[in-house]
Nanobody
Framework: QVQLVESGGGLVQSGESLRLECLVA????????LAWYRQPPGKQRELVAS???????NYAPSVNGRFTIARDSRKWTVSLQMNSLKPEDTAVYYC?????????????WGRGTQVTVAS
């Protein structure tokens, strides 16, 4: 069974930093694509950053240069370092994993962690 558990959210001031971490419980970590999504209040969920099994990364234009995604295959975690936070970064952040399970593509989600950036 695969479980994703996020941690590290909170309330910060504009310009400050936060680091989110997601623990992936399961044995498909090394072949999975991992990602962080966010859902601002009243808006749709959007991709923030992703990292594949070859450590290739992709970022939304709004966070490029400020956020860094990384994976640690020893700890089975994926992190999101968020610097120079802005009020518009306020959202619930979700950890996501895409992988093939018994030959079929599957997607898994964490429950989310709230990030609030005060101006």
């Amino acid at each position: 069974q695969v479980q994703l558990v996020e941690s590290g959210g909170g309330l910060v001031q504009s310009g400050e930093s936060l680091r989110l971490e997601c623990l992936v419980a399961g044995n498909i970590f090394n072949t999975a694509t991992l990602a962080w999504y966010r859902q601002p209040p009243g808006k749709q969920r959007e991709l923030v950053a992703s990292i594949d099994s070859a450590d290739s990364t992709n970022y939304a234009p709004s966070v490029n240069g400020r956020f860094t995604i990384a994976r640690d295959s020893r700890k089975w975690t994926v992190s999101l370092q968020m610097n120079s936070l802005k009020p518009e970064d306020t959202a619930v952040y979700y950890c996501n994993m895409g992988a093939f399970v018994y030959g079929s593509p599957r997607e898994f989600w964490g429950r989310g962690t709230q990030v609030t950036v005060a101006s």
